[in-house]
């Protein structure tokens, strides 16, 4: 894995939510073993002090040849969707060699 800023993914567990359905929004890196790192949200609710979860975690996944990958992940998760919770959600991964940032849109179905 090149040394650089994190390679960073998003996915909601839908983009297309039922009013008082839960949803999560992962944010994932794949990066080097020994790299930490750190994640920030920006989200519909946020300014409103919506409640919502996150729970950062990692794990080393091992590639055969001496190859190992840290997956770190970020998972903001809101119970109870309403209208507050439609829009962009943001997610910034930052480590020693600098930040990425990804976003997706959830909407109301």
């Known amino acids: 894995v090149p040394r650089g800023p994190p390679s960073t993914t998003i996915l909601a567990s839908s983009n297309k939510v039922r009013s008082g359905d839960d949803i999560s929004?992962?944010?994932t890196v794949l990066g080097e073993p020994d790299v930490e790192v750190e994640f920030r949200w920006i989200y519909p609710g946020q300014k409103d002090e919506r409640p919502v979860t996150i729970?950062?975690?990692w794990r080393l996944i091992h590639r055969g040849l001496g190859h190992t990958t840290r997956i770190s992940q970020?998972?903001?998760t809101i119970e109870d969707?309403?209208?507050i919770d439609v829009g962009y959600y943001i997610c910034t991964a930052h480590n020693l060699h600098g930040e990425t940032?990804?976003?997706t849109t959830v909407e109301s179905s």
Request: with cysteine.
């Open 25 to 27: 929004v992962l944010c």
């Open 55 to 57: 729970q950062d975690s």
């Open 74 to 76: 970020s998972t903001l």
């Open 81 to 83: 969707f309403e209208t």
């Open 101 to 103: 940032t990804v976003a």
